[in-house]
């Protein structure tokens, strides 16, 4: 068969979960006892290169199988395309899954269905940069500025982000960037680090993997808080002590609070010198963070690992409601989508810091502050991509941190592929672990009723 003839001849999906809420991982104010887990997406073709494109999203837990179910409902868009046509313009899919005129009901652009669409277009970006034989970033870093642009959606940013200007800006980016991709190379890209602040941990461990993070190379570290005010401010002491004043700390209500609250919390945090404080409230309040950023600077406002699509990011930055832009990879309408956020924030002047965690998160958007880095924004300053430093081992490419930074991925693709032996212990309910674990509760038979 010729390679111009190759089709996707399946989409394969995947419930994969881990028992993370058994350690207290991930635990905050709003998600006390998360199972970290991937709605996980393999595109197969009939090329004879053997090449497949790997996706997924994040959830924690109960609900990973609605989220499969949605992306099995975008099978009959991708199966059968012609996988060149594909990969040399992952943007028509894009349109294409976006316009579904059912579906589109169940959003528009947002929740369940939206995340499913981001989690097939990272997958067909995996595959575009495999083929492309060059790690997601670079694969983005070399790309013309114009292709860039075709590949965005500019329907309802527009009036904040025109093409031309997404074209300046992208042409602008380039100058300089044979010498950043040199830098990336040799020192990687700036990392920090919230493992020793989730709120189930005690004094004692959180004192130890802070102190443990600022010897590893991190400068920032960041704190869970928002569920008892005694609490964070023991906590954000005892940070404080361990990390000393030349390190930042940034704080993270996960959206416990109303408005009045993050503010006076968020004040009576102030004289251990947080440096943002993020999710304050519901991500849907762009004028909420508004008040809220008026109020408590110098302390900055950090948002976006839930903000549901580029028309809120939008909104976010036109009312300058944030200090800080948390783009998620896999939360939003795949790259395309967070190509368009990345425009944003350069067009407006914020920092990009990425929420990252979770289970692959940290794999995922390495390569778009990278891209960010050496093709768009130019800078590192005032830039740190989250790590967390859980669940890396299951993954085929994890990313490597060295000195407190990501260091640049050399394997084609996006880094998303997960080890074929942990899909085999971790698919639920069927996967080894959970069978043994559901036999011994006694509920084989009974989807989601132990997660
Ligand atoms: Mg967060």
Wanted: net charge negative; proline share 5%; with cysteine.
């Amino acid at each position: 068969m010729s390679p111009t003839a190759a089709r996707i001849t399946a989409v394969d999906t995947y419930d994969i979960r881990f028992p993370t809420s058994r350690e207290l991982d991930g635990s905050d104010a709003m998600n006390p006892d998360p199972d970290y887990s991937a709605a996980y997406v393999v595109l197969r073709t009939d090329a004879e290169d053997g090449i497949e494109g790997h996706g997924f999203t994040f959830t924690i837990g109960r609900g990973n199988d609605v989220q499969v179910a949605a992306i099995d409902a975008l099978r009959h868009h991708v199966v059968g395309r012609g996988v060149d046509e594909l990969c040399a313009d992952p943007g028509t899919l894009n349109r294409d899954l976006i316009g579904d005129s059912q579906l589109r009901w169940l959003g528009p652009e947002k929740g369940v269905m939206h995340m499913a669409i981001g989690a097939v277009v990272n997958a067909v970006w995996d595959l575009a940069a495999k083929r492309a034989r060059k790690p997601l970033w670079q694969f983005l870093a070399d790309a013309t500025p114009e292709w860039l642009v075709s590949q965005l959606d500019f329907r309802y940013i527009a009036d904040a982000l025109t093409p031309d200007e997404a074209l300046a800006l992208l042409n602008s980016g380039r100058e300089g960037a044979v010498e950043r991709e040199g830098v990336l190379r040799e020192r990687g890209f700036p990392g920090y680090t919230t493992s020793p602040g989730w709120l189930g941990y005690s004094d004692e461990k959180l004192s130890r993997l802070a102190r443990q993070a600022v010897a590893e190379g991190f400068t920032q570290i960041k704190l869970k808080v928002g569920a008892d005010l005694a609490d964070d401010i023991r906590r954000c002491r005892t940070a404080r002590s361990v990390i000393g004043p030349g390190i930042r700390m940034a704080i993270d209500a996960n959206q416990r609070w109303n408005v009045g609250e993050a503010v006076e919390w968020t004040r009576a945090l102030a004289e251990f010198d947080p440096y943002w404080v993020e999710e304050p409230t519901s991500p849907d309040d762009v004028l909420g963070h508004a008040a809220i950023r008026k109020a408590v600077a110098p302390v900055k406002v950090a948002t976006g690992e839930h903000v549901q699509n580029r028309i809120v990011f939008k909104q976010l930055l036109q009312a300058g409601s944030i200090d800080i832009l948390q783009l998620d990879a896999a939360r939003v309408g795949g790259v395309n989508e967070n190509l368009a956020i990345l425009l944003l924030a350069a067009k407006f002047g914020v920092p990009v810091c990425p929420h990252a965690g979770g289970v692959g998160l940290c794999e995922l958007v390495q390569h778009l502050s990278m891209f960010d880095y050496v093709a768009l924004a130019g800078t590192t300053e005032d830039r740190v991509i989250e790590y967390v430093d859980h669940l890396h081992g299951h993954f085929l490419d994890p990313v490597v941190i060295r000195n407190g930074h990501y260091a640049a991925p050399t394997t084609p693709g996006f880094s998303a592929a997960m080890r074929p032996e942990s899909i085999a212990e971790f698919t639920y309910p069927g996967g080894t672990f959970w069978a043994a674990d559901l036999a011994r509760q006694g509920l084989t038979d009974q989807k989601g009723a132990a997660a």
